[in-house]
Nanobody, 114 residues
Framework: VQLQASGGGLVQAGGSLRLSCAASGSLFSIYRMGWYRQAPGKQRELVADITSAGNTNYADSMKGRFTISRDNVKRTINLQMNDLKPGDTAVYYC?????????WGQGTLFTVSS
């Protein structure tokens, strides 16, 4: 699986942004898909993920602000982010996982200005 993320940039605090990830390769629908982020000097952390059945999971700080979705026909996942905070500034990575095997996209950076 190859993953290509897009949608980064500069956003003001309180604003919204949508990240997208396009996957190539077959069997997209069987992977758990997710978004992770890594801020400068910090470890990579889970933002949200979504199973092949559409069940979602969010990190506590993203609940109510972020929404993850997937389209198995188009082989894409999206992350709608609202009420952005400066602490959301990071490189965001798209992830595909199955049976402990992980695939990563190249990462997309966005900065939230105060």
């Amino acid at each position: 699986v190859q993953l290509q993320a897009s949608g980064g940039g500069l956003v003001q605090a309180g604003g919204s942004l949508r990240l997208s990830c396009a996957a190539s390769g077959s069997l997209f629908s069987i992977y758990r898909m997710g978004w992770y982020r890594q801020a400068p000097g910090k470890q990579r952390e889970l933002v949200a993920d979504i199973t092949s059945a559409g069940n979602t999971n969010y990190a506590d700080s993203m609940k109510g602000r972020f929404t993850i979705s997937r389209d198995n026909v188009k082989r894409t996942i999206n992350l709608q982010m609202n009420d952005l905070k400066p602490g959301d500034t990071a490189v965001y990575y798209c992830n595909a996982a199955r049976f402990g095997v992980n695939f990563w996209g190249q990462g997309t950076l966005f900065t939230v200005s105060s």
